[in-house]
């Protein structure tokens, strides 16, 4: 929240309000079904990568009622619970153990990272990318370059994991048994399995390809959603600000933060707008607004998912504290 406050309070909210009154209506409608169709991205994503303990792919519903399940838990729950909440209802909903489901998602951060980097990386090497712009003192392209590095290394210690995985199984079994009691030990070694079974899908090239086109089709449509918003607001930006912007807002919200990332997306907006010149109350008349019509079609859906496999809110919140 202090971030949001950072965001209010050098800006006119009577500006804020008119930017949104003369918003294009159609082009606002049209923003809000592009962004709400990647959910089923992510699912078709989320089922390349999610297996069962025998490799057959797991059924479409489920995954979706996880998907919309975790994006409301997100938007609601703080500290990012949606991911475990995904985790949680995949495990029951499915023949998958909670720990593997949940490596699944980390599997996706990873993909997630390297895709938004690269379209950052294109965005800040085109020439309309503004010299001047900095993040904490340092340069963006030489912040984009080192989360690039860091990700690549979790990516390449996965797949020597993967490929490899009896070894670390072997010690990490060890080190559980001489530090924790004997029967937390045998869970987390048993769970240490299941972050195995998670990361099988960069076993396969076939699969780990079609992580890979899916990833970069979800991103790409995310952007068109930010780059047709820009149109409805009448911000006059080049098109690869949409991925400048979604990458700063996906990098910051990352960290586990306030319910639907209050504050961060908004301040992340009002940082990258303001890289190209745009007026602050424009920036933040633009980022509320996204926000906010975005967030409820997501938020919806999730609460039917909920009612229809007979779950309430109040469970994922305890499957969260029990992860």
């Not at 992510?42 to 490799?55: H, M």
């Not at 340069?139 to 009896?166: C, D, E, Y």
Request: proline share 5%.
């Amino acid at each position: 929240m202090a971030l949001l406050v950072w965001v209010l309070r050098s800006i006119n909210p009577r500006e804020v309000w008119e930017h949104a009154q003369h918003a294009n209506g159609w082009l606002l409608l049209l923003t809000v079904v592009i962004a709400t169709l990647t959910f089923p991205v992510r699912t078709i994503r989320w089922r390349v990568i999610l297996r069962d303990v025998d490799g057959r792919r797991l059924p479409w519903t489920p995954l979706w009622h996880a998907t919309t399940i975790g994006f409301m838990a997100n938007n609601l729950l703080p500290a990012r619970a949606g991911e475990v909440a995904r985790a949680y209802v995949a495990s029951r909903q499915l023949p998958v153990r909670f720990s593997t489901a949940l490596t699944s998602l980390g599997v996706e951060r990873v993909f997630d990272g390297l895709i938004m980097l690269g379209l950052m990386a294109f965005a800040i090497a085109a020439p309309s990318f503004p010299a001047q712009a900095h993040v904490g003192g340092r340069s963006l392209a030489a912040v984009v370059t080192s989360a690039a590095v860091l990700f690549g290394i979790l990516l390449l210690v996965a797949l020597i994991v993967v490929h490899r995985p009896a070894p670390w199984l072997k010690v990490f079994e060890r080190a559980a048994r001489r530090l924790l009691p004997a029967r937390l030990a045998e869970r987390v070694s048993s769970g240490a399995e299941g972050i195995i079974a998670g990361l099988v899908v960069l076993k396969s090239p076939s699969r780990f390809a079609g992580v890979v086109f899916w990833s970069l089709v979800l991103w790409l449509k995310n952007a068109a959603a930010f780059a047709i918003c820009f149109r409805a607001f009448g911000i006059d930006v080049p098109i690869e600000a949409a991925l400048l912007l979604q990458g700063i807002i996906g990098f910051g919200v990352a960290v586990p933060s306030t319910p639907g990332y209050i504050g961060v997306f908004e301040a992340a907006t009002l940082v990258t707008l303001q890289f190209y010149g745009v007026d602050s109350s424009l920036a933040v008349s633009y980022a509320l607004t996204y926000h906010v019509t975005t967030f409820i079609p997501i938020t919806l859906l999730g609460f039917w998912s909920l009612s229809r496999l007979h779950l309430r809110l109040r469970e994922l919140s305890a499957a969260q504290g029990a992860a």
